[in-house]
């Protein structure tokens, strides 16, 4: 589903084909919060399959209108709001300074090899094999561990061990909370809810530096198949 966001005072010409439409309600609906619901990858997919047609699928302006929001207070709403441009700047922030970390990153490795001495790398490290032989993480915690680090390592960016398993402590006590319900895995006002719970608590905990889909993925799903199999 194809979404367009004026935040300016400009106007625009649009095809004949696009809805315009504006926030009437703004004392119980901020703008912002509105475009961050529908731009998630739920909505799309909520989207397409209530969509109708089959040489070109449709999503209609009514039907659009029937749909039902999770709407919280305005200043909760403002408060997810400026949680989600936080992360959107600092990834923009991180995406545009990439390419130039990488080009001084390799100009100075380039030039450590031949200024620098070598040293093996071995007489630098000190292997642990730390186990969980007092009960000091629960397989529970122990699963949204093992995720944390999995991403972690799959892409390459840092953060400490200790700190995953604080971080899989804090994801195991939200998942609980959501999870006194009976139906919470089918019930899209719950899961909506932990996804937006999640968002502050990555994004509180600095996990990942920049945003990635994977980590909602990897954790919404072994939240899913913990209540599975747990419940």
Not at 11 to 19: A, E, H, R
Not at 139 to 150: M, N, P, S
Request: glycine letters at 4%; a negative charge; proline letters at 3%.
């Amino acid at each position: 589903m194809s979404l367009g966001y004026n935040t300016t005072k400009n106007t625009f010409l649009v095809s004949s084909i696009s809805v315009v439409f504006f926030v009437s309600d703004t004392d119980n609906l901020l703008e912002d919060y509105l475009y961050m619901y529908f731009n998630r990858t739920e909505f799309d997919r909520y989207a397409h399959f209530n969509s109708w047609g089959s040489a070109r699928e449709a999503f209609s302006w009514e039907d659009m209108c029937d749909i039902d929001i999770d709407l919280p207070p305005l200043p909760v709403q403002r408060k997810y709001v400026d949680i989600y441009n936080a992360m959107l700047a600092n990834q923009r922030a991180y995406e545009n300074g990439l390419e130039d970390l990488n080009v001084a990153i390799s100009a100075s490795v380039e030039e450590f090899k031949h200024t620098a001495p070598r040293v093996a790398v071995g007489s630098l490290l000190e292997e642990i094999d730390v186990r969980n032989h007092d009960g000091a993480i629960s397989y529970e915690e122990k699963a949204f561990y093992d995720i944390l680090v999995k991403v972690r390592d799959d892409h390459g960016f840092p953060y400490a061990d200790d700190k995953c398993l604080v971080l899989a402590k804090k994801i195991k006590d939200l998942i609980d909370d959501k999870a006194q319900f009976a139906d919470w895995s089918t019930r899209d006002d719950i899961k909506n809810q932990l996804n937006m719970d999640l968002t502050v608590l990555l994004y509180k905990n600095g996990y990942p530096p920049e945003w990635d889909e994977e980590v909602f993925d990897k954790v919404m799903e072994q939240a899913e198949n913990f209540k599975k199999y747990n419940g």
